[in-house]
């Protein structure tokens, strides 16, 4: 699971570029690569200080020959592997990667006594757990009639797992709450609670980085494939969409990646926004957005264009080409 384009030299000048320019969040999970990303990552925490960097990794989608994600003792080799590949004594914060604690939730006490334990340990200090979210395999095995709402899931989860962290996806494009959801980044403030925000530039589709007359080769594995957003019809649509906000920023890929993430940086101190990068130059490209915070009308602008483009993509189809339909 994870981006057939990346290249680990790239990568690891990438993770070494960040550090010097002074980011010291990294996030990371089990499954990005099957361990790849947390070996990756953890080439850079064995040459600075641990003390300077946080560090986040998160649990539940890979299973192994468990009998589920959750199972207690899974959770701990999984841990112990987590902490070999990156090559450190503990976690900064650890994650439930997604909301399924088997039928009936039947895992789901024992897994936060674990990771309550971890924390006893000294293993890991910091709780994460998942925003509203679908799992895949809902999508593709469940009509939407059929699935459970996600934001009452999640508020029941909230309830059981007090975690210090939210992970939650968001950028222009995500949806307002709906009637009766609660706004995420309040609730968290709420509640004392810290948000990872992540995607916010809908994984490259907000930089103008795909051209619609040459459109990414994907290979197989890469998770961008399940995506009708990356279709030649889609990006043609997206390119099209973006175009006031070249007219105001600029042409490039920076200057649109300037305007998507500026707008995920206006949400409150307990936010922190994790922007992906393949390169050493889209980390000088995304650290540098954080000088240049946009006005209140820039803001609009950008809000208002991911508005219309987030409508009419909804309009397009489902984002995922595997959805289920409903009878």
């Known amino acids: 699971m994870g981006w057939s384009t990346a290249n ?22 089990d499954v990005y690569g099957h361990g790849h990303s947390e070996r990756l990552l953890g080439g850079l925490l064995r040459e600075v200080p641990r003390s300077s960097v946080v560090v986040s990794s998160k649990v539940g989608y890979f299973s192994g020959t468990a009998a589920h994600g959750y199972h207690p ?23 439930f990667h997604h909301p399924d604690f088997g039928p009936g939730d039947r895992y789901l006490d024992a897994a936060v006594a674990q990771m309550r334990a971890f924390q006893s340990e000294g293993l890991v200090r910091c ?24 934001h009452q899931r999640f508020l029941r989860l909230f309830e059981a797992v007090r975690p210090d962290f939210l992970a939650v996806r968001h950028n222009a494009l995500t949806p307002e709450p709906g009637s009766g959801q609660r706004d995420i980044f309040a609730f968290a403030a709420e509640h004392g609670t810290s948000v990872l925000l992540n995607k916010p530039l809908s994984q490259g589709l907000l930089t103008g980085k795909y051209v619609p007359g040459d459109p990414p080769r994907f290979a197989p594995g890469d998770h961008r494939l399940r995506k009708r957003w990356f279709s030649p019809a889609m990006l043609e649509l997206i390119h ?15 200057d649109l990646a300037r305007a998507a993430l ?3 940086l206006r949400f409150g101190d307990n936010t922190a926004v994790l922007a992906g990068f393949t390169s050493a130059q889209q980390v000088r490209e995304n650290v540098a957005a954080v000088d240049r915070p946009l006005t209140p009308d820039e803001l609009a602008l ?25 009878k």
């Open 302 to 326: 950008v809000l208002k264009v991911g508005h219309s483009l987030q409508l009419r993509l909804e309009a397009a189809g489902e984002v995922f080409v595997d959805e289920k339909k409903s």
């Open 8 to 29: 680990d030299s790239a990568s690891r000048e990438a993770l070494d570029t960040a550090y010097r320019l002074g980011v010291n969040l990294f996030d990371t999970a």
């Open 262 to 264: 500026g707008a995920c």
């Open 127 to 150: 709780v994460g757990l998942r925003g509203p979210h679908r799992l895949a395999s809902e999508r593709t095995t469940l009509a939407p009639e059929q699935r459970e709402d996600k």
């Open 73 to 95: 003792s899974h959770m701990r080799r999984q841990l112990e592997t987590s902490l070999e590949n990156l090559g450190t004594d503990h976690l900064d914060i650890y994650h």
């Open 240 to 254: 099209a969409e973006l175009e006031p906000l070249r007219a105001h920023f600029g042409p490039g890929n920076a």
